[in-house]
């Protein structure tokens, strides 16, 4: 039997999925909990110059018009009242609403107000490297073994952490805890995905980021129980905690045994995770004993050719595969297409502080917004396909941002934006499950893991930025939301180049993405190519004859078909 086959005679969706997307699930929450702790780890809270003794805070502290003090000014002489100077002997700081963050903690205002945007970006940056050097050593070494590995070592680097006896130690920390985090994250994302067979995969292989949304919502509430910046960060270190008592239980993937040649360790994997669904009268063997991946054919050897790549395919899981056509394509497209979510997603979460009314009420409502955004996709995903449903949310996520920016931002009392912001957010979350989708059906196995990870680290730039543009709108009004504009009508176009994956199995080699590329975009009408008797079409077999339609053009030739 082929993979998938095998897949659904050993039940669907057994045991082993539902481990697999309680492991996720898990690695989802911590990894929300990573990514959006500094909007209360590194609030701003108010504060001005420290009052001398003896001294009221009228007589030190100069006024803005509208009758807030100044933030980093005092008065130079408390007598004369006239001349002011930067803050002589530190700040003092509101804590009823925020407690004790990182900002109090260390004096990280005025002069070095950019240093907590700096602890965020260096976390993510730690977090797109990572995804690089998880994604190779995975696609080498297996799934399992980086996993294990991985979230020993984050671990204990998350609790560390809380022990950080300055500003560096915490930053260095925080770059290590990113870096180490993907090699646990990403794996077991992969394996879920290739554990569940095409007509699942839709629906189940988006349940971490079902979790996802549930988490931040449970984060808000940390937040206001725990208003101390150390135990905040134990606090969030739960669910990597809890599963380190499952993950020891989490198999080898199957499909990257069989794209690494090793049939009889392949099998064997088959065999246990039959046993651990619970299948009785399960085949031996399962898989077939001469295969080497699915649907390898001569059209993957002529690929092997072009891109210079040697006779094995074990040797095609090298990065530059994924920067030679026609992977390339899929490599450059959805790295920008991360760019452009997380730049967006950042820049509306961590700007909820900036929004009118409770910044926890305002955290807990943005993170609201992102459950029915992580569902409601499902569905229209399974009927449209991949591609344009992201084309159409990311089109509507630019138009509610130009909305954004051409209305006053105290329209309504500030409450209009702060609708209109979190529509904004609704629109670009609702792009993460087919962008998932995608990474998973259209990088071949030997290069899935590698190539979602430099999508990943490619896309953490619009993560690494995000901060810096909130930081320049105080300069530069609208700033960044001009800059997530751009990002999201240019993310639209460029779906437009990459071929529809509904209803067809992953690619397993080079080659089956070539055959995708050929008869599967959505703006143009290619013949496709022609195949050998034993070359397994990797889509029609799954896709009804509904979803395919004749046009004029096509219907002269032969072969030729557009999908809708």
């Known amino acids: 039997m082929e993979i998938d086959d095998a897949l659904r005679r050993a039940n669907p969706l057994g045991r082993t999925q539902v481990l697999l997307m309680t492991v996720t699930g898990l690695f989802a929450t911590e990894v929300c909990f990573l990514i959006l702790s500094s909007v209360f780890i590194a609030e701003i809270p108010p504060h001005h110059c420290a009052v001398c003794d003896n001294c009221t805070i009228n007589d030190t502290i100069p006024v803005h018009g509208d009758g807030t003090y100044y933030e980093c000014e005092e008065y130079a002489d408390v007598e004369s009242g006239n001349d002011t100077q930067g803050c002589s002997d530190g700040w003092e700081y509101d804590s009823k609403l925020y407690g004790e963050s990182i900002v109090s903690e260390w004096d990280l205002v005025c002069d070095k107000a950019s240093f907590s ?8 940056l730690g977090f797109g490297l990572g995804s690089v050097l998880a994604g190779g050593i995975a696609d080498k070494y297996g799934r399992r073994r980086i996993t294990l590995v991985s979230l020993l070592v984050f671990n204990a680097l998350g609790v560390a952490v809380s022990f950080s006896p300055n500003f560096v130690t915490f930053v260095t920390l925080r770059f290590a805890v990113g870096f180490v985090f993907r090699g646990t994250h990403i794996p077991p994302l992969i394996t879920l995905m290739e554990f569940l067979t095409p007509e699942y995969r839709p629906i189940f292989g988006n349940v971490p980021g079902i979790v996802y949304a549930f988490a931040a919502m ?13 135990f905040f960060n134990l606090a969030l270190m739960t669910p990597s905690i809890l599963a380190m008592g499952i993950i020891w239980y989490q198999p080898e993937s199957v499909r990257w045994l069989i794209a690494q040649g090793d049939n009889v360790e392949a099998e064997k994997w088959m065999q246990k995770v039959a046993k651990f669904n619970r299948v009785e009268d399960f085949p031996r063997p399962a898989l077939k004993q001469n295969a080497t991946v699915y649907g390898t054919t001569s059209t993957d050897q002529e690929t092997e050719e072009e891109v210079g790549d040697g006779n094995s395919l074990k040797k095609s899981s090298s990065f530059a595969l994924l920067f030679k056509r026609p992977t390339i394509m899929v490599t450059l497209v959805l790295s920008w297409l991360w760019i452009s979510y997380s730049l967006i997603y950042f820049g509306f979460a961590l ?3 900036t929004l009118a009314g409770n910044p926890y009420v305002n955290f807990f409502l943005s993170s609201l917004v992102e459950l029915p955004a992580r569902i409601i996709p499902l569905p229209i995903v399974k009927r449209y396909g991949n591609l344009w449903p992201t084309i159409v949310f990311y089109s509507l996520a630019g138009i509610c941002m130009i909305v954004i920016i051409a209305i006053p931002s105290d329209a309504g009392n500030g409450y209009v934006v702060t609708s209109f912001a979190l529509l904004g957010k609704f629109l670009i979350v609702c792009t993460f499950p087919p962008l998932n989708l995608l990474n998973a059906g ?10 979602t990870g430099i999508a990943q680290l490619i896309g953490n730039i619009g993560s690494v930025t995000s901060p810096i543009l909130l930081y320049l709108d105080n300069f530069i009004p609208n700033l960044s939301f001009m800059v997530m504009t751009g990002a999201a009508f240019l993310s639209a176009l460029l779906c437009l180049l990459l071929p529809e994956t509904r209803g067809c199995v992953q690619p397993e080699t080079v080659g089956d993405l070539k055959h995708l590329f050929d008869t599967r975009r959505i703006i143009t009408c290619q013949p496709c190519q022609r195949k050998s008797s034993d070359e397994t079409d990797l889509c029609t077999s799954t896709i009804d004859v509904d979803d395919i339609e004749e046009t004029p053009e096509c219907s002269e030739h032969p072969g030729l078909h557009r999908v809708l």
């Not at 449970?218 to 150390?230: C, E, N």
């Open 117 to 124: 945007g700096l602890a965020q970006s260096t976390m993510l």
């Open 218 to 230: 449970l984060m808000s509430i940390i937040a206001f129980l725990i208003r101390d910046w150390r």
């Open 351 to 353: 700007s909820t502080g």
């Open 442 to 451: 259209l990088f071949p196995t030997n290069l899935r893991t590698a190539g």
